[in-house]
């Protein structure tokens, strides 16, 4: 992670490490590095939006940019429109997942990808070392940005949904904008909920991180699929017939009809083995990568895989998305389970059993001997049996440790020892 960017774009508490200035700033870094021309601008329906983007788009048009605005819509969508209006950029005001009070700054090329963190260090230096402009950009309105991208999805899947039955949590986010209008044109019947555009309530309770708000809005009706994005939409949580599905088993059931490049699956250091033996039984492989969709996308990009995914619901299916895309998701996956207006099986894995803890902590912790240690020690316990993960978050201040083994009951052992540490380290 660089000083401002983390797995994800720049990201924080509104007001906090994230202000006005500092979107000011980016937007006229963002002008240093890539130059005059056209840059795509949208963002999420958080309450700290508005302010984020006037100060972005004042410092892009001090720089000179020509700005596209697009208003609320999801982050693969504003990929997309930098793609379709060959724009030097696009730039995604959200914080995804996170809660109300947090935002962010998401830059992707003209080519709808993720900066690298080379990228990202140079527009940090840009930040540090402000270059005076005097140039003065422009500002227009993509009326219709909606409606494009609505378009975009119905042509992609091209699929008859008729007799297909949705029921979409849009965790009043940016999915609020398309989802519904997406899938109704292609024939299926829609339920939604959590649509208005209400971003003091955004990823509260619902979405894509609390999946059993629409497995318990489906009880009592004969809605088997159920659907749930976050804020921004490029995540994606799914419910079978009573049941919230493990992001590996739908990233699984997202392939099994398609034509994988190499018979590859993308996937990251958290993928649970038995997604690894199923498509090793078809046929296929799975090749990791670090955590985080902006790994998965940069592998496929440079090998030319078109599936990867990772257990938290970030789902690409290239080259029709570059970046995680939960609506496009889930309208292939309805497309996959639904054939003539009937609902087929969904396969679900056999999971090995696979826990995570979160735990505040400074980064620092991860280059201390005695954590160094520990990570060494049950690493070497779990050799042949299991997996140990332990990582910074990208996006919190926090440790994530995860542990898979076939023993379910080392695993409580194993978290329980790095829990300990780390909150007697905060003490």
């Keep these: 992670m660089g000083k401002y960017f983390g797995t994800d774009g720049i990201r924080g508490k509104y007001g906090d490490n994230l202000d006005a200035d500092l979107a000011y700033k980016v937007g006229l870094a963002i002008v240093a590095y890539f130059g005059k021309g056209q840059v795509v601008v949208g963002r999420d329906t958080r309450v700290s939006g508005p302010e984020i983007q006037e100060s972005l788009v004042s410092g892009l048009k001090r720089g000179g940019a020509e700005v596209l605005t697009v208003g609320i819509l999801p982050t693969p969508a504003i990929a997309r ?14 914080a995804s997942h996170n809660p109300p009070e ?7 090329d003209g080519n709808g990808v993720k900066l690298s963190e080379e990228q990202e260090g140079s527009i940090e230096y840009y930040i540090d070392n402000p270059t005076e402009m005097r140039a003065v950009g422009s500002v227009r309105e993509i009326a219709d940005a909606q409606k494009q991208y609505i378009d975009y999805l119905v042509e992609t899947v091209d699929y008859d949904m008729t ?7 849009c965790g009043y986010g940016a999915a609020s904008t398309v989802a519904k209008q997406a899938f109704e044109r292609l024939g299926a019947s ?15 309770g619902c979405g894509a991180l609390h999946p059993d708000y629409v497995l318990h809005s489906m009880v009592g009706t004969d809605y088997k699929l159920g659907f749930a994005y976050d804020g921004d939409a490029d995540r994606l949580s799914f419910v079978f017939d009573g049941k919230v599905m493990d992001g590996d088993s739908v990233l699984y059931n997202i392939g099994r009809e398609m034509q994988l490049k190499d018979d590859v699956v993308v996937g990251t250091i958290l993928s649970n083995t038995a997604l690894e033996r199923r498509l090793e039984k078809d046929g296929r492989r799975l090749v990791r990568t670090p955590v985080g969709d902006k790994y998965i996308c940069d592998l496929m990009f440079k090998k030319g895989y078109n599936l990867g995914g990772e257990q938290s619901g970030h789902y690409i299916v290239y080259p029709q998305a570059t970046t995680g895309d939960g609506i496009m998701s889930s309208m ?11 609902l087929g099986e969904f396969m679900e894995l056999n999971l090995f059993p696979q826990k995570a803890i979160a735990e505040y902590a400074d980064q620092s912790i991860m280059y201390e001997k005695e954590m160094i240690g520990l990570i060494e020690d049950y690493t070497a316990r779990l050799a042949g049996i299991g997996r140990l993960i332990v990582r910074m978050s990208g996006t919190e201040p926090k440790v994530r440790v995860m542990c898979e083994c076939e023993d379910a009951r080392k695993i409580d052992e194993v978290l329980a020892v790095f829990k300990k540490y780390i909150n007697t380290r905060k003490s």
């Design 81 to 94: 429109m930098a793609i379709k209006y060959n724009a030097l950029c696009g730039i995604v005001i959200s």
């Design 102 to 108: 947090y935002n962010g700054i998401k830059i992707f």
């Design 163 to 169: 007799g297909a039955k949705v029921w979409l949590d």
């Design 190 to 204: 829609v339920e939604i909920e959590n649509f208005k555009l209400r971003g003091e309530k955004i990823n509260c």
């Design 332 to 342: 292939i996956l309805t497309k996959t389970l639904y054939k003539n207006g009937k």
